[in-house]
């Protein structure tokens, strides 16, 4: 097992956005990019992902097979997201029923998603590869994370190798904290969440929410924070955070001033720079009645040192 904090890649990189299953947006993209399915390019650059391969689209195995043996050709490098912790953590959503076939209920729109499933002797494999991913891979001028760069949260994380052992230690830490100090159960719920380092790392920090909010159909009392506004040091490229709302959606979370892809040609000029253009929500837009076939969600690509976005499919349709 390596450890949780790791070195980057050095050279040319093109870093990508969560992919949620959708192989078809990958292979799509990495070919905009100049790879070769074996993930070699002609200027011998290299691909970082930021985690949160799976859940929500239509393979998520496919997904993970690829991305596992690109960096076994150690042509790419992967950090674990939260829907890969849940995995490991054992958490079973309707959005891993692909992975864990729990019983979900027949009205769940989940039970309905087509989904490829992943098979009993594949599941063990998957988790030894996801079980080997870093939560941080960071050089001095880069730093890559699923949600959240907090040095505080990084920094007992350094030579430590066991992701869901440092989560269970902290876990039971905080349960002891919380007793003693007679927090409420809301209360208790943010502390986890912000002073957890591993689901800080891969989920980000939360405040309670002035007023209650729906997101992706679930009634939520706490927000997320737009940490990176506050951020400072070597650019740091995260996931995690949809940039992009479907119609009718509600930004509750407040994060971003826009929600539509920046332009091609336009350089990302942003210490912190978000890359999920919300390609997890494209089972949603499948699924809209009327559906024509052009997706208003993109899977990114974030080139560096050029800082230059590239898009699984033009943005056109997007930026009418
Ligand atoms: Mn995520």
């Not at 904290?177 to 007679?182: A, I, N, P, S, T």
């Not at 007023?211 to 997320?224: A, C, D, I, N, T």
């Not at 350089?267 to 559906?291: L, T, W």
């Given at each position: 097992m390596g450890t949780l904090v790791r070195a980057l890649f050095a050279g040319s990189l093109d870093i990508i956005g969560d992919v949620h299953g959708e192989i078809d947006a990958l292979l799509s993209l990495?070919?905009?990019?100049?790879?070769?399915?074996?993930?070699?390019?002609?200027?011998?650059?290299?691909?970082?992902?930021?985690?949160?391969?799976?859940?929500?689209?239509p393979d998520s195995p496919a997904v993970v097979s690829l991305v596992k043996r690109l960096i076994e050709r150690e042509r790419a490098q992967c950090v674990l997201g939260n829907h890969e912790l849940n995995l490991l953590l054992g958490s079973r959503k309707?959005?891993?029923?692909?992975?864990?076939?729990?019983?979900?209920?027949?009205?769940?729109?989940?039970?309905?998603?087509?989904?490829?499933?992943?098979?009993?002797?594949?599941?063990?494999?998957?988790?030894?590869?996801?079980?080997?991913?870093?939560?941080v891979?960071?050089?001095?001028?880069?730093?890559?994370?699923?949600?959240?760069?907090?040095?505080?949260?990084?920094?007992?994380?350094?030579?430590?190798k066991d992701a869901v052992a440092w989560h269970d230690a902290h876990c039971e830490r905080i349960d002891v904290?919380?007793?003693?100090?007679?927090l409420s159960p809301s209360v208790a719920k943010l502390v986890h969440q912000n002073d957890n380092p591993v689901k800080r790392l891969t989920s980000g920090p939360e405040t309670?929410?002035?007023?209650?909010?729906?997101?992706?159909?679930?009634?939520?009392?706490?927000?997320?924070?737009?940490?990176?506004?506050?951020?400072?040091?070597?650019?740091?490229?995260f996931g995690h955070y949809w940039r992009i709302?479907?119609?009718?959606?509600?930004?509750?979370?407040?994060?971003?001033?826009?929600?539509?892809?920046?332009?091609?040609?336009?350089?990302?000029?942003?210490?912190?720079?978000?890359?999920?253009?919300?390609?997890?929500?494209?089972?949603?837009?499948?699924?809209?009645?009327?559906?024509?076939?052009?997706?208003?969600?993109?899977l990114a690509a974030l080139r560096l040192p050029e800082r230059e976005w590239i898009f699984d499919t033009e943005t056109s349709d997007a930026e009418e």
């Open positions: 990495l070919q905009r990019l100049g790879y070769d399915e074996d993930g070699c390019h002609p200027e011998n650059r290299r691909l970082v992902f930021v985690g949160d391969l799976v859940d929500r689209g309707p959005d891993n029923v692909w992975f864990f076939h729990h019983p979900l209920s027949p009205s769940d729109p989940a039970f309905l998603r087509p989904q490829a499933w992943i098979s009993e002797r594949e599941r063990y494999a998957m988790l030894d590869f996801i079980a080997d991913l870093p939560l891979l960071e050089r001095s001028d880069l730093r890559v994370v699923h949600a959240c760069w907090s040095d505080s949260a990084i920094d007992p994380l350094r030579g430590a904290e919380v007793r003693r100090c007679g309670k929410a002035d007023q209650p909010f729906v997101s992706m159909g679930k009634l939520r009392h706490e927000r997320r924070v737009a940490w990176w506004r506050t951020y400072s040091g070597p650019l740091c490229v709302l479907l119609p009718h959606e509600v930004d509750g979370d407040l994060l971003f001033a826009s929600d539509r892809p920046p332009s091609l040609g336009i350089p990302c000029e942003d210490e912190a720079a978000c890359i999920d253009f919300s390609v997890g929500k494209r089972y949603i837009e499948r699924s809209a009645p009327g559906f024509s076939g052009a997706f208003q969600t993109r």
